[in-house]
């Protein structure tokens, strides 16, 4: 029987508990599974020592496949990389993921990577392994990209399939239970893809270079049977949908609601991705649906309360529907995770983009306490915009001097989070680390601690007796400090965000 390694890098550069499930490689293994391969999922959560698992596994493996979003996730990946390079040269390397997806060209470039699947490599993977064990020529292969005496050599890309002519996934390849976690959902969450793509034109996003705006998805009777095998295999009571945009088709999304309900399948389900202007059109009789059928959250892109933001990016959105969706979700007690963006692009004029960032802040900032006035049950996560290359904002950042790197290696470091949890390295020009910092400590500290069923869930995660006495104490005080700075909107002298960021990083609760 053949073999396939596969390596899942972690994406945080300091210590914190990670119980996701490796879907992107479990996905381009659902093939080579069907069809009789011994393949091995390895990654930092599955194993105590996951380097020595990967050098005795990949030693009489076909290839070596690692999967990586820009960020931290391409340092380990590479730490990988350079280790198997060094012990076994003649194991080919296969890089896929996000970032080599937007970047091929460059990520093949580096000398510790073969070849680079561009795209969702649930087919082409599979045709790289099989060119390699039988000694096929990989460049023919499409969604490919290779180097081929030192110059890379690019396939056409490949097309998004229908989904339903693919295997299931192989969920057996990993240790499941070490991969299911508690969350506001339930006690024994998994995550799930149902679609891949998404059709929108967002500026900021790099799924149209991904999935060319494509988008394929699973059929609801598919997801339902699916849903239900694992809840029972596995004795699950929720799932986190991580598609990229889980409500193109509401028709489907509907037939999943109420395919859950004629089974009676018990559960609760969301982070599902949907766009406002796509969800305040839906029927009553679908939100009633996705109610009855156990859908709690919703997570969705307002990016900003500025009306101007919102066309910059090409949002195809009005300010409006924002309250306009966030009262349809109140009504029908789906709670929403709002994600919006600040320090776009403006202007190379320094004094001129210090006030368009200004202005998002104070626009966001108050679209954010209307909303709190219809719900104090949502949550509310800012971000300091960074450009993706192949995002339609990207070309125009570097127009206006934005430093990007020329390497794989380089984009290890090219980080949305905080480097420490609290100093904030600013990787674009329009935002001072104050203001970068900002973002992250509404996000993690300020809407983190106001929202309700973060204590909730996190006082269940706390033993019983002094430890539980300890933490609602802290948690009380905290959230008295949060509430004062929002209500004032005071944000200096961040002393007591500082002491959560040190619990946030070396904790165990969130």
């Known amino acids: 029987m053949k073999k396939v390694t596969l390596f899942f890098p972690t994406p945080f550069p300091y210590h914190r508990p990670y119980h996701g499930m490796p879907l992107a490689l479990l996905a381009i293994s659902r093939v080579l599974a069907r069809d009789g391969y011994d393949v091995r999922v390895i990654a930092r959560h599955l194993f105590d020592n996951p380097e020595q698992e990967v050098l005795e596994q990949v030693k009489d493996s076909v290839c070596l496949g690692i999967s990586a979003m820009t960020g931290f996730q391409i340092k380990d990946g590479l730490a990988i990389s350079r280790l198997v390079r060094q012990h076994y040269s003649n194991v080919p390397i296969v890089w896929g993921g996000w970032h080599p997806s937007i970047l091929p060209g460059e990520t093949a470039s580096n000398p510790d990577v073969d070849i680079v699947v561009r795209g969702y490599g649930d087919r082409t993977f599979p045709e790289i392994v099989r ?268 127009s206006l001097g934005l430093k990007v790197p020329d390497s794989l290696e380089g984009w290890s470091n090219y980080l949305l989070q905080p480097d420490d949890g609290f100093n904030v390295v600013t990787k674009q020009k329009w935002m001072t680390p104050e203001q970068a910092r900002l973002t992250a400590m509404l996000t993690q500290y300020i809407f983190g601690l106001m929202d309700p069923d973060t204590y909730t869930t996190l006082k269940e995660r706390v033993t019983p007796g002094f430890k539980r006495a300890l933490f609602v104490a802290a948690y009380k005080i905290g959230l008295a400090m949060a509430m004062l700075r929002w209500k004032f909107k005071f944000f200096r002298f961040p002393v007591d965000y500082w002491v959560f960021t040190q619990i946030y990083k070396y904790g165990e609760l969130v």
């Open 131 to 398: 060119a390699l064990e039988n000694g096929g020529d990989v460049r023919t292969i499409p969604g490919v990209t290779c180097r081929v005496d030192g110059k890379v050599v690019e396939q056409p890309p490949r097309a998004l399939e229908d989904l339903n002519d693919l295997p299931p996934v192989p969920y057996h390849l990993v240790d499941v239970e070490k991969c299911i976690w508690g969350t506001e959902m339930g006690q024994r969450t998994i995550s799930y893809i149902s679609s891949y793509g998404c059709p929108h034109r967002c500026g900021f996003c790099v799924e149209p270079v991904v999935s060319r705006r494509g988008w394929q998805a699973f059929n609801a009777e598919r997801v339902v049977d699916e849903w239900a095998y694992l809840v029972k295999k596995y004795n699950l009571d929720s799932f986190a949908v991580i598609d990229s945009n889980f409500f193109v088709d509401k028709r489907r999304a509907y037939d999943i609601a109420t395919g859950l309900l004629k089974r009676n399948l018990k559960i609760r389900w969301g982070s599902a991705n949907g766009r406002v202007p796509q969800l305040v059109r839906f029927e009553p009789e679908i939100w009633e649906a996705l109610e009855k059928s156990g859908c709690t959250t919703i997570l969705t892109g307002s990016e900003s309360g500025s009306q101007e933001a919102l066309d910059m990016i090409q949002k195809d959105m009005n300010v409006d529907q924002i309250a306009t969706f966030t009262e349809l979700c109140t009504k029908y007690h789906i709670k929403v995770f709002f994600s919006f963006l600040v320090g776009l692009p403006w202007s190379n004029d320094a004094a001129k983009n210090q006030r368009a960032v200004a202005t998002e802040y104070a626009t966001t900032l108050s679209l954010i306490d209307s909303l709190l006035k219809i719900s104090n049950r949502h949550r509310f996560m800012y971000f300091m915009f960074l450009p993706y290359p192949g995002a339609p904002l990207y070309d125009k950042a570097v």
